[in-house]
C-alpha cells in the first residue's frame, strides 16, 4: 500500500517524486555498501512482517522516504500506514507496518527509520511554535539553516508541523542584507541593482536593522521587509510606521517563550531558524511481528 495521499497544502510542499527517489538511493548507498553483510546470513526466501511504533509523542513526517528506502531495496515490499503526514500520534502508537523479503526488511530499516524519526522530530518542533501563535494572524517561517542535504526534507517537514516555507535557497528570492547593503553603497542602489537585474516574479526583500533603514526601504518601494534583532517596542513602532505598505517579517532570536509576545506586535511574518537547525529525532522502533503476535 502507497503512502497515504498528502492534503492538498502538503502536498504542494512535498518534493519530486524523482527527487526522493534519488535521495533514498544516495542514503543507503552510504549504508549498504558493497552488500549487506549481515543480511546476507539469513534466507534469501525468508518472508517477514514488521511494525514501527513511536515511543514518544510525535507529529508523522516522512512517509515518502521511508516507503521508498524499502521499495529501493526491494520492490516487492508493501508497506500499510496507520497515520498520514501532518498528524499527531500519542507515544505507543504503532504508526505502519510492512511486509516483504526478511533481507530487505532488515537492510532497508536503518534508513528508512533515519528519514522518519528525523523528518517527524522536524515535524513536531515545528508544531509546537505552530500552536504558540494559534489564532493571530501570523506566519512563522523557516530559514535557509536546515541540517546539510536535507533542505528540501526538512521545508516539508515544516508544512507538516502546520507552519511555512519561506525561500527555498539562494536562487529563487532575493533577500538583501547588511552585507549586500555595505556594497552596493546605500539601500536604496541595493533596491535599484534588484529591479535590474531580477526578474519581476521573483521576491525580493531587505533587511533592516533601524526604523531609520525601515523607512529608507519603504522609500524604495520594497514589498517585504526583514526586521533583524528588534525589540518589542521597536517591532511596533515599526509596524505602525510600516502602516500596511509593505509585508514586516521579524527574524533574529526568536525564542518560543517570545513568540507570542512578537506576534502580537502585528508583524505579519516571523522567521525562525530554530524550527529546522535544532532538531531531536523522534525515538521510534521497528520489530518483527511472530506468528504469535498475529
Known amino acids: ?5 498528502p492534503s492538498t497544502a502538503l502536498a504542494a510542499c512535498l518534493p519530486p517524486v524523482d527527487h526522493i527517489r534519488a535521495h533514498v538511493r544516495r542514503s543507503l ?6 552488500g549487506d553483510l549481515t543480511a546476507a546470513l ?5 518472508r517477514a512482517r514488521a511494525e514501527v511504533v513511536t515511543r514518544e509523542h510525535a507529529v508523522l513526517c516522512g512517509q515518502a522516504w521511508f516507503e521508498c528506502a524499502f521499495t529501493v531495496t526491494d520492490a516487492s515490499v508493501s508497506v500499510d500506514w496507520l497515520v498520514a503526514d501532518g498528524e499527531q500520534v500519542p507515544a505507543g502508537a504503532p504508526l505502519c507496518r510492512i511486509e516483504g523479503p526478511l533481507r530487505a526488511l532488515l537492510t532497508a530499516e536503518r534508513t528508512a527509520l533515519n528519514y522518519l524519526q528525523t523528518l517527524s522530530g522536524t515535524a513536531t518542533r515545528v508544531r509546537r511554535y505552530a500552536d504558540a501563535v494559534a489564532g493571530l494572524p501570523v506566519r512563522i517561517l523557516d530559514t535557509r539553516k536546515t541540517l546539510p542535504g536535507l533542505r528540501r526534507e526538512q521545508k516539508y517537514a515544516v508544512c507538516c508541523g502546520g507552519c511555512h516555507n519561506h525561500r527555498m535557497g539562494l536562487y529563487d528570492a532575493v533577500l ?3 552585507n549586500h547593503i555595505a556594497a552596493a553603497g546605500s539601500i536604496a542602489a541595493a533596491v535599484a541593482a534588484a529591479r535590474r537585474q531580477v526578474p519581476a516574479a521573483v521576491p525580493v526583500e531587505i533587511e533592516v536593522e533601524s526604523t531609520a533603514q525601515l523607512e529608507a526601504a519603504l522609500d524604495a518601494g520594497v ?3 526583514l526586521l533583524d534583532n528588534f525589540g518589542l517596542a521597536d ?3 515599526a509596524v505602525a510606521l510600516n502602516d500596511g505598505r509593505a509585508r514586516l517579517e521579524a527574524s533574529g532570536g526568536v525564542a518560543l517563550d517570545r513568540l507570542r509576545l512578537i506576534a502580537e506586535t502585528g508583524v505579519d511574518d516571523i522567521s525562525v531558524g530554530d524550527l529546522t ?6 525515538d521510534l522502533s521497528m520489530r518483527l ?5 498475529s
Open 1 to 5: 500500500m502507497s503512502a497515504a495521499a
Open 29 to 34: 548507498d552510504e549504508d549498504i555498501g558493497t
Open 42 to 46: 539469513l534466507p534469501a526466501q525468508q
Open 176 to 178: 538583501i542584507k547588511e
Open 223 to 225: 514589498a517585504r521587509v
Open 235 to 237: 517591532l511596533r513602532r
Open 277 to 282: 537547525k535544532s532538531v531531536q529525532a523522534v
Open 289 to 293: 511481528i511472530t506468528d504469535s503476535q
